[in-house]
């Protein structure tokens, strides 16, 4: 399976998702954000970092550079796109994934592991994972999920949530919600679920001695899935 | 031509720097202040010396990349 993993100036999770990808058995390439041609791909990766200095706002000057065309064409023929953290950033302000992502409601920088509760297996990214509850690891300073009431009534309708915040048995209370997300959103995805954009870091899971095994349930899991 | 536009959030978007900025000002003295609501303003130069197509112009950049129309508003505020 070919995965591919675009690099903006400014990303810096781009590497760790390289490693996460290639650990599991896909055969990643990098591409640079100023490529006109996206390599064939089963999966493009939109990886973490803070592309542009988060400029103006966070993902909005990736969200317009050279590569993205080519990527807006792979996800509206059906091609698996994925953006984690400012990838996420970067998918609203394409407008793929409804919503946007404002400034965490504390107004601090949260870097620390959650617990998210998928709500949708319905897709490629979620079928066939045998637990709900993972752990992943956060850090963002814009996590802040928003949408208006039509856009939320329309997430709601198409059952668009991929993941929500919650505890480690899956309780998915405000209290739980580090960052005010709206109802507790972690990660959403488009109307036909090819699309997935997530706040938390399933890369940064994938050693057991040095983090957790989540996100290699993860990866292993969307590999078989798509092949 | 110089154009300025001011970005601002909508109503219903929670403004957390501008509740922060709000309660400093509270706490220096100033007091009698409802709100605060923090936004982004540009002068942007453009080779048009039609106010009218200029204004247009800068207003087609608001719509697709100085404001995100989901929690944003933009104004033209002055043509110089």
Redesign the interface.
């Known amino acids: 399976m070919k995965s591919s993993v675009i690099t903006f100036p400014g990303s810096n999770c781009d590497r760790d998702m390289d490693v996460a990808l290639k650990k599991f058995g896909f055969k990643n390439k990098m591409v640079w954000h100023d490529d006109n041609e996206l390599p064939r791909s089963d999966l493009v990766v939109l990886p973490g970092g803070f592309s542009y200095g988060d400029y103006l706002r966070c993902g909005s000057m990736a969200a317009k550079s050279k590569i993205m065309q080519s990527i807006i064409n792979f996800a509206k023929s059906g091609g698996l796109v994925m953006g984690i953290c400012n990838g996420f950033q970067i998918l609203v302000e394409t407008g793929l994934v409804p919503g946007v992502l404002l400034r965490n409601k504390y107004l601090e920088f949260i870097c620390k592991n959650v617990f998210v509760k998928v709500n949708n297996k319905d897709n490629q990214y979620f079928k066939n994972l045998d637990k709900d509850v993972f752990e992943f690891h956060i850090a963002h300073n814009e996590g802040n999920y928003f949408c208006t009431n039509d856009q939320l009534k329309e997430i709601q309708d198409n059952n668009q949530v991929a993941i929500y915040y919650c505890n480690n048995d899956g309780n998915t209370d405000e209290k739980f919600n580090p960052n005010g997300s709206l109802n507790n959103i972690a990660g959403i995805f488009n109307k036909e679920k090819n699309i997935l954009g997530m706040m938390p870091h399933p890369e940064r899971m994938i050693d057991k001695s040095l983090s957790g095994e989540d996100g290699s349930f993860f990866f292993k899991n969307l590999l078989n899935n798509i092949k | 031509m110089k154009i300025s536009a001011i970005i601002t959030l909508k109503k219903d ?2 403004d ?2 501008g509740k ?1 900025i709000h309660q400093a000002l509270d706490g220096m003295g100033f007091k009698g202040i409802d709100e605060v609501r923090q936004g982004k303003y540009f002068e942007i130069n453009v080779k048009e010396n039609d106010p009218t197509k200029a204004k247009e112009i800068v207003e087609d950049m608001c719509k697709k ?2 404001a ?1 129309l ?2 944003e508003d933009y104004k033209i505020i002055g043509t110089q």
């Open positions: 978007v929670l957390p720097q922060v990349l100085l995100n989901v929690i």
